[in-house]
Structures are given as C-alpha cells and as structure tokens.
C-alpha cells in the first residue's frame, strides 16, 4: 500500500494573501467606477441646463422679447497680403446664463449661451 506524502492545494496564508490582492483591486476598480458614475450624471444635469437656456433664448428671439444694446460683428478675411478685408454685420448678441445643481450637492455650477442675432 503506497502513502501520498505529498498533499497538493494551496496554504491559508497563500488563500488569504490572494484574497488581499484581489480585494486591494476591487477598491481601486470601485472608486473608478464611483468617479465614473458621478462624471455622467453631473454631464446629464449639465446637458439639461444647456437644453433649457438654450430653449428660453430661442423663444426671446422668436418673441424679440430680448432688448440689448446694438452691436456689431466684424468678421475679417485675410488673402495673405497686407491686406485686410472686413465685414460689418449690424445686430444684437445675446448671453443668457442659467445656475443648476448638479445633483451632488454643488449649487454654484452655471452654465452660458451667447448668439448673434444680425438685424433684417
């Protein structure tokens, strides 16, 4: 009758030491993904104050309800000589500018749209 002097498997110290490894990467995976998660809803709070700034201006303009100040844009062209030619557009530039919470508790996040609207 043979004896096995050799037993296979693995120690508790060798189980416990793979257990530690594992667990020490799943932390950092966790924060990853907790950062992560974070990112894409502050950007979805983010895209809904854009979308509704974005609304009410256009509505300001439909209703010319918007009363600022003349302005003009200069656009300018170089033909690559000294010199330069300009365009003047006439009309009135539009900034509106909407403060939301970002879900996480910051209520100082903001956001600004700025449009040119030339005169007919």
Known sequence: MKILS????????????SLSLISIVLVAYLGLFTNSFQGIYSSGYKGEALFETQQDMEQQIINKAVKTPPDELIVNF????????????????????????????NDNASVSLSVFVPDK
């Open 6 to 17: 050799e037993e296979s498997g693995f120690t508790l110290v060798e189980v416990l030491v």
């Open 78 to 105: 170089t033909n690559g000589s000294f010199t330069d030619n300009k365009i003047k557009i006439p009309g009135n530039e539009i900034i509106m500018k909407r403060k939301y919470t970002d879900g996480f508790g």
